[in-house]
């Protein structure tokens, strides 16, 4: 039986850059038929800063009023004006268990990670992106620092991991909504072109072709922002987060690409999808 909505859950541990999230997922949203679940997840250690029980006891029940209406406030603001339904559950447990267990009770379509410039080193450090990688087989949204995913304005682009544009979640979705020559960027050791053309379920395609080097991403992130791109469809097999991997010298690192580039960015991944 076909499903109404496509379920897309944030996994967020502040609120502090939520509003900014939410711009691009309602965007996203709206395109693939969505609708949102912001998962909160706090350490004890951000939350109870006292040995006594009693006093541990109160810190949680008042950071939990605090939360619960600052959350209400942002996401019923959100709803309201861009007509996407979100709600919203929290915990207080330890980031990449809570991240885990959510993901196995309630098996999203897709899941939203921020990047954020102070928090990425963490969110990289503790893991939870590879937790998140290994257990959510379905795409993952990756919500940039500076540019929003625009549903009216969506100039869309690939990056070919391993040479080639694979089935991409919700592409009939996305291709509504983009009116510009879709790019299509591809980092190899191999370099023979760039500039050629090729075609994606109808819509032309403009392909470049970077050498792989040290500067690769430098060079690539340029031209993300030359061209305006604020989605950038990337192609997820199960060893392109793996560095050890060594199956083929132009695979790219998913972490890598997380770190070097700062636009918003939907891993693809298996999964049935709703259009």
């Known amino acids: 039986m076909k499903k109404d909505k496509n379920r897309i859950v944030i996994f967020s541990h502040s609120t502090k850059y939520l509003e900014k999230t939410l711009k691009s997922t309602v965007n996203l949203a709206n395109m693939i038929n969505g609708e949102i ?38 996401l019923n603001g959100y709803s309201k004006t861009f007509g996407v339904p979100i709600s919203y559950s929290c915990s207080v447990g330890n980031i990449k268990n809570e991240t885990k267990k959510y993901i196995q009770d309630n098996s999203p379509d897709v899941v939203v990670l921020e990047k ?12 939870t992106i590879d937790y998140v990688l290994q257990h959510h087989q379905g795409p993952i949204f990756i919500v940039s620092n500076d540019i929003t995913l625009e549903q009216k304005n969506l100039s869309m682009a690939f990056l070919k991991t391993d040479g080639r544009i694979k089935p991409v979640p919700f592409a009939e979705n996305l291709l509504m909504y983009t009116q510009k020559p879709i790019k299509s960027f591809t980092i190899t050791k191999n370099c023979d072109g760039l500039g050629s053309y090729n075609e994606f379920n109808g819509k032309k395609t403009i392909d470049f072709v970077f050498e792989k080097r040290d500067d690769s991403f430098k060079n690539l992130s340029n031209y993300l922002t030359i061209n305006n791109i604020n989605l950038l469809c990337v192609n997820r097999t199960n060893d392109n987060f793996n560095k050890k991997n060594k ?3 132009d695979m790219l690192n998913v972490k890598d690409i997380i770190a070097n580039l700062n636009v918003p960015m939907l891993f693809t991944g298996e999964h049935n999808y709703t259009s």
Do not use: C, W
């Not at 997840?41 to 009693?54: A, F, H, I, T």
């Not at 928090?119 to 450090?125: E, K, S, T």
């Open 247 to 249: 199956h083929s010298p």
């Open 116 to 127: 954020r410039k102070s928090a990425m080193l963490d969110f990289l450090g503790n893991n």
């Open 37 to 74: 679940v912001l998962f909160l997840v706090k350490k004890p250690s951000d939350v109870v800063r006292e040995e006594s029980q009693l006093s541990a006891i109160r810190a949680l029940s008042h950071e939990y009023i605090a939360t619960d209406k600052k959350i209400r406030d942002i």
